[in-house]
């Protein structure tokens, strides 16, 4: 009787500890508002954003790196390269920002632009891109990354959605590209569309919580104007040298490009390397 007594203590004590440590489990939601909270607080941060969007017979990508310094005023320089379907030459072009004043270079000198910082938040910050999904954090799922090379443990923090009540994001997507009709989508319009998936994960580091970048997918097909339309965007956004963005924020950026050029010829010269020792049979 004693023994039973004992152990059925044990096991007590067993349920306690787990349902404490499932009490101790973050949420998702809760994860993903800290990298919001954090992002918002950054002093300074560079980032990577390559973005592709195919509507019918046009289509458009863009691969933008750019250095950010928060204050007041904001200032940012940026280096985008555009590829259109209909031409054959990318477009290149280099931004200023310094708080409302925005400037543009194309193959010459610096331009005043019509562009306000409204136009351009969501890469100015994070938060406005994360924000987007805020009103289905219930739905959000996550795990941990562990024992990647290199790389501190994060959460991948993830959201799909292919059911009816998600078309609202569908219907935001519209709004953001600038395609939505005066006074919305009609409810003959909503129920015509065809929702393939909306996806996004976002990479946050365990330990800072900083975001480390984040990948979203939108593919879905609408009735404008009296005609189908399909739309297939994709977007990946990377993070790196968070509060250590210092100097001309030009130069910093052309150092980093000497970097990565660097590095990828490193690496190329490894992989020719190791071809070329291997034995023959």
């Given at each position: 009787?004693?023994?039973?007594?004992?152990?059925?203590?044990?096991?007590?004590?067993?349920?306690?500890?787990?349902?404490?440590?499932?009490?101790?489990?973050?949420?998702?939601?809760?994860?993903?508002?800290?990298?919001?909270?954090?992002?918002?607080?950054?002093?300074?941060?560079?980032?990577?954003?390559?973005?592709?969007?195919?509507?019918?017979?046009?289509?458009?990508?863009?691969?933008?790196?750019?250095?950010?310094?928060?204050?007041?005023?904001?200032?940012?320089?940026?280096?985008?390269?555009?590829?259109?379907?209909?031409?054959?030459?990318?477009?290149?072009?280099?931004?200023?920002?310094?708080?409302?004043?925005?400037?543009?270079?194309?193959?010459?000198?610096?331009?005043?632009?019509?562009?306000?910082?409204?136009?351009?938040?969501?890469?100015?910050?994070?938060?406005?891109?994360?924000?987007?999904?805020?009103?289905?954090?219930?739905?959000?799922?996550?795990?941990e990354v562990t024992d990647v090379e290199d790389t501190p443990d994060y959460y991948e923090v993830s959201f799909k959605g292919t059911e009816e009540r998600h078309k609202a994001l569908a219907e935001k997507k519209l709004?953001?590209?600038?395609?939505?009709?005066?006074?919305?989508?009609?409810?003959?319009?909503?129920?015509?569309?065809?929702?393939?998936?909306?996806?996004?994960?976002?990479?946050?580091?365990?330990?800072?919580?900083?975001?480390?970048?984040?990948?979203?997918?939108?593919?879905?097909?609408?009735?404008?104007?009296?005609?189908?339309?399909?739309?297939?965007?994709?977007?990946?956004?990377?993070?790196?040298?968070?509060?250590?963005?210092?100097?001309?924020?030009?130069?910093?950026?052309?150092?980093?490009?000497?970097?990565?050029?660097?590095?990828?010829?490193?690496?190329?010269?490894?992989?020719?390397?190791?071809?070329?020792?291997?034995?023959?049979?």
């Amino acid at each position: 009787m004693k023994k039973w007594k004992k152990a059925a203590g044990v096991a007590a004590g067993s349920v306690l500890l787990l349902l404490a440590a499932c009490g101790e489990r973050e949420l998702p939601e809760e994860v993903y508002g800290d990298a919001m909270e954090t992002m918002q607080n950054l002093d300074s941060v560079y980032f990577t954003e390559s973005n592709t969007l195919n509507a019918e017979e046009e289509g458009i990508s863009t691969f933008t790196r750019g250095a950010l310094r928060y204050g007041d005023p904001v200032k940012g320089y940026m280096e985008s390269n555009m590829n259109l379907v209909e031409l054959e030459t990318p477009v290149e072009l280099d931004v200023r920002i310094d708080g409302e004043n925005i400037q543009t270079r194309q193959n010459g000198e610096w331009e005043e632009s019509e562009t306000n910082t409204a136009q351009i938040q969501s890469m100015l910050r994070p938060n406005e891109d994360l924000t987007f999904f805020l009103e289905f954090e219930n739905e959000f799922l996550m795990k941990e990354v562990t024992d990647v090379e290199d790389t501190p443990d994060y959460y991948e923090v993830s959201f799909k959605g292919t059911e009816e009540r998600h078309k609202a994001l569908a219907e935001k997507k519209l709004s953001s590209l600038g395609v939505m009709p005066e006074g919305g989508l009609s409810e003959e319009q909503l129920n015509g569309m065809t929702l393939d998936g909306i996806e996004m994960t976002a990479f946050i580091d365990k330990e800072t919580r900083r975001l480390n970048g984040y990948d979203t997918s939108f593919t879905f097909t609408v009735e404008l104007g009296g005609e189908l339309r399909s739309f297939n965007e994709q977007t990946n956004v990377r993070y790196e040298d968070h509060n250590n963005v210092e100097g001309n924020l030009e130069e910093f950026i052309q150092q980093k490009v000497k970097e990565i050029e660097q590095q990828q010829m490193e690496e190329q010269e490894s992989e020719s390397g190791s071809g070329s020792s291997s034995d023959p049979a």
